[in-house]
Every structure is written in C-alpha cells, then in structure tokens.
C-alpha cells in the first residue's frame, strides 16, 4: 500500500492534514507518518482514504500468469 502519493492525493483534493486526519478518524500525526512512510497503511485505511477522497479503483487481471492452480 506504500506506492501511493498520499500527500499529492491530499493536496490534490484540497485537504490540509488536520482535515483529512478527522474525515478517516485518526491523527493528523498519523497521517503525517503515512505521508512521509514512517507507518504502512492498511488494506482498510487505504479504502477508507479512497472512499473519502471519491477515488475509484480499477482491477485488471494479469496476463502474465503461466499457471494457475
């Protein structure tokens, strides 16, 4: 989950990291830690943050697979 731009996500949307912070219901020292890598965002705060930021995500199945069990 640590390949996103949170902080260009964030400012990309307008938030400052106190507003952000309070729509996901955590610190803005928290999310000042997942900004800068310090802390590694969970699978359900990584859908919280694309929920609250009104990004969709698009899955795409691998053509690269050579077998699958």
């Known amino acids: 989950m640590n390949n996103i731009d949170l902080k260009q ?8 990291q106190k507003e952000l912070a309070s729509k ?11 900004e800068t890598g310090i802390r590694r ?16 995500i698009e899955i795409k199945e691998s053509t690269n697979i050579k077998s699958c069990k």
């Open 9 to 16: 996500i964030r400012k990309r949307k307008g938030y400052t």
């Open 24 to 34: 996901l219901g955590i610190s803005d020292s928290t999310l000042a830690h997942y």
């Open 41 to 56: 965002i969970s699978l359900e705060m990584f859908l919280k943050i694309l929920d609250v930021c009104h990004f969709e």
